[in-house]
């Protein structure tokens, strides 16, 4: 169970198709752990439909109401969840980008007890990655540049706002201090949804940057 949820606003991003790629792979993930925000997008599905066919009701010659039904329906993460055919350790949409195993991913640490993999950048810039936290392991005090969405997979960790577990989706603003510290009790393995970095920042940063190439 969640305690730690996307807002609406995001929830009906996601249930009208607009979110981005990234946003839409976090939030799927939450709803993989929480039945109350899956019931949320199960219920502005129905909103979203309803407004969509009001809107091109007098146009709609095409077969596009028909691809939004098609697309409800065939919504994974809001049919209900069935049993898998073997364990399957990760949510099904996050094991699909790890490919094969989380050893064979390409790791980078930042800071002590933390270890990072990029998954994916989409098509907005914005940046998901798996973050591994050693059992037991305190990260060192950091701030967050702009704000970032955590989504616990599997274990939990706390810092200094509360603790958390699988399914929490967490806004870290850009003022937020923190040093979380993995449960004892396993490994904690997390998503993080950031910004690709700017690449140049300081005072002229802005008469160079127009000229970057992306
Ligand atoms: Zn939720």
Redesign the pocket.
């Known amino acids: 169970m969640?305690n730690w949820?996307?807002t609406n606003d995001q929830l009906l991003e996601f249930a009208s198709g607009t979110g981005s790629s990234a946003m839409s792979i976090a939030i799927s993930t939450?709803?993989h752990?929480?039945q109350?925000?899956r019931h949320?997008v199960h219920d502005n599905e129905s909103m979203a439909a309803v407004l969509f066919e009001e809107q091109t009701r007098a146009d709609l010659a095409g077969d596009g109401f028909d691809r939004l039904m098609s697309r409800i329906q065939n919504e994974p993460t809001v049919s209900a969840p069935k049993a898998p055919k073997a364990p399957s350790r990760f949510p099904p949409v996050i094991e699909k980008l790890i490919h094969k195993d989380t050893e064979s991913l390409d790791w980078r640490s930042p800071m002590k007890n933390l270890r990072v993999s990029q998954l994916l950048k989409d098509e907005t810039g914005l940046i998901l990655g798996l973050h591994h936290m050693k059992s037991g392991g305190r990260v060192p005090h950091h701030t967050h540049r702009g704000n970032e969405i955590s989504v616990v997979i599997e274990g939990g960790f706390s810092d200094e706002m509360g603790s958390y577990g699988p399914?929490d989706?967490i806004h870290l603003a850009g003022e937020h201090f923190h040093s979380p510290q993995a449960d004892a009790d396993g490994d904690c393995w997390l998503l993080s949804l950031v910004e690709a970095p700017v690449k140049l920042t300081g005072p002229l940063g802005w008469l160079v940057n127009p000229f970057l190439k992306p």
């Open positions: 969640s949820h996307p939450h709803l752990f929480c109350a925000c949320q399914g989706f």
